[in-house]
């Protein structure tokens, strides 16, 4: 079992920045792609950034890309998000998941990742 911890969220301005971080505990994720999702109320969960455990690959939402960034330490076990120029649109919960379905195809969906955080409100005003 993994736990996954979100923190970093809060309300920010458009333009500023915020950086999320994803604590993992029960288990290493050094072997997980790992993924940051968002929700705003009455949307669907969608993916946002990923990153393999080779680091090697990295995936982004086209509405991100440019903008935030994803890494990961695993030597303190997180994975992080920075998000930069912040827009009102990116409003929502962040959650942070682990993939836990291993395939071919990028990681973009949800349905493929078996382990949650609690989410974090990013809130971004105009």
């Known amino acids: 079992q993994v736990q996954l911890v979100e923190s970093g969220g809060g309300l920010v301005q458009a333009g500023g920045s915020l950086r999320l971080s994803c604590a993992a505990s029960?288990?290493?994720?050094?072997?997980?792609?790992m993924g940051w999702f968002r929700q705003a109320p009455g949307k669907e969960r969608e993916f946002v950034a990923s990153?393999?455990?080779?680091?090697?690959?990295?995936y982004y939402a086209d509405s991100v890309k440019g903008r935030f960034t994803i890494s990961r330490d695993n030597a303190k076990n997180t994975v992080y998000l920075q998000m930069n120029s912040l827009k009102a649109e990116d409003t929502a919960v962040y959650y942070c998941?682990?993939?836990?379905?291993?395939?071919?195809?990028?990681?973009?969906?949800?349905?493929?990742?078996?382990?949650w955080g609690q989410g974090t409100q990013v809130t971004v005003s105009s």
């Open positions: 029960g288990r290493t994720i050094s072997t997980y792609t």
């Open positions: 990153v393999s455990w080779k680091v090697g690959s990295l």
């Open positions: 998941a682990a993939r836990t379905v291993v395939g071919a195809s990028p990681p973009y969906s949800k349905y493929e990742y078996g382990y």
